[in-house]
C-alpha cells in the first residue's frame, strides 16, 4: 500500500514556474514507477511525465516536453515535478501516481495508487 500526498500548487503568472512534491508512505516506494498528470473540469485526466523506479528513464508529454522536469529522491520517498515557462493551458489539477509496472507507463489505468491532487493556476 502506498499513500501520495501531492504539494507545491498555487497561483502562477504566465512564464512562472512551481515545483510540485509528492510525498509518499510505505516501504516500497523505490519500486514503483511514478508519474504526473493533470485534469481540467470536465475532461479526461491526461498524461504529464513519468519516471522510472531508478530515476534513470523519463517520459513526458509533448505539451510539456522542454519545459517540466520530473525527478525523485527514493531516500525521501519524494517525486518532484519542475514546472517551468508555464503557460495559461496548463492549468489543471495535478495529480501524482504510483505503477508497479516497468520501465514507465503513460496510461492511467496502469497506476495503482494516487494522490488527492494539488491545483495549480496559471494566469494570462
Known amino acids: 500500500q502506498v499513500q501520495l500526498v501531492e504539494s507545491g500548487g498555487g497561483l502562477v503568472q504566465a512564464g512562472g514556474s512551481l515545483r510540485l512534491s509528492c510525498a509518499a508512505s510505505?516501504?516500497?516506494?523505490?519500486?514503483?514507477?511514478m508519474g504526473w498528470f493533470r485534469q481540467v473540469p470536465g475532461k479526461e485526466r491526461r498524461f504529464v511525465a513519468t519516471?522510472?523506479?531508478?530515476?534513470?528513464?523519463?517520459y513526458y508529454a509533448d505539451s510539456v516536453k522542454g519545459r517540466f522536469t520530473i525527478s525523485r529522491d527514493n531516500a525521501k520517498n519524494t517525486v518532484y515535478l519542475q514546472m517551468n515557462s508555464l503557460k495559461p493551458e496548463d492549468t489543471a489539477v495535478y495529480y501524482c501516481?504510483?505503477?508497479?509496472?516497468?520501465?514507465?507507463?503513460?496510461?492511467?489505468?496502469?497506476?495503482?495508487?494516487w494522490g488527492q491532487g494539488t491545483q495549480v493556476t496559471v494566469s494570462s
Open positions: 510505505g516501504r516500497t516506494f523505490s519500486s514503483y514507477v
Open positions: 519516471i522510472s523506479w531508478n530515476g534513470f528513464t523519463t
Open positions: 501516481a504510483a505503477a508497479g509496472v516497468t520501465p514507465y507507463s503513460t496510461y492511467d489505468r496502469e497506476y495503482d495508487y
